[in-house]
């Protein structure tokens, strides 16, 4: 059981998450996603056979730890606005894709599968933003060689709207059934992709002020053979 928190009221929503699926390749503008995809090619990460892709991931991979282990230095983060299918209606936070660049070059799929996706404890009601939704911002800031450096940045209207997203996966309304967790894709990353020792990202509500903030540290595990 995963406890969420309205970030307005504290009030506490307990999940029993048992699906996790990630949204790969979701813009909204085909050159964006083109942009996306060249950055892959890369580090030998093959296009993908459909825009958008739905992956799952196991349901035990999604974490709202700030201290988070991962195998080699080989993996990085993304910022993604999370969708949370409760039986009190569907819940926005922020999260992160954190994902093994090494095995992303064989398998995507398999890459979402290794790491742990870190989220926001602190989430807002999705009906509560819905009406201005492409007013919302992202950014990420990863913590390099002990300074933390904007790491991506932008509008949501770089991604599918949550109505349009939804639609494609199979829905008819902008809500996901209860206990499914969805994260909804990611933006450029600002320079290269590269490690870091920590990870924070931030959703922006310029209409009201608010944000949601979550940060995890990272901790790398040796590989041994």
Known sequence: MTIFRIADTQEAIDVDVRQLVIAGWAGRVQSAIDEHIEELKEIGVKPPSATPLFYRVAAN??????????????????????????????????GSDHTDREAEAW???????????????????????IDYWDELQMASYAMIDGKEVLYQEGPVTGLLHPVELLRRYGLDKPELPPG????????????????????????????????LQHRYEIQTLPVVA
């Open 107 to 129: 398998s995507v799929a398999h890459s979402k599968q290794v790491c742990v996706k870190p989220v926001s404890p602190q989430v807002w009601r999705l009906d509560g933003v």
């Open 61 to 94: 991979q999604l974490t709202t730890a700030t201290n988070v282990q991962v195998l080699g230095e080989a993996s990085s983060g993304e910022v993604e606005v999370v969708l949370i299918g409760t039986d009190q209606g569907t819940l926005v936070g922020i």
């Open 180 to 211: 499914q967790v969805m994260l909804c894709g990611t933006l450029p990353v600002i320079g290269e992709l590269r490690p870091a020792q920590a990870f924070r990202m931030v959703l922006k509500d310029p209409v009201t002020g608010r944000e």
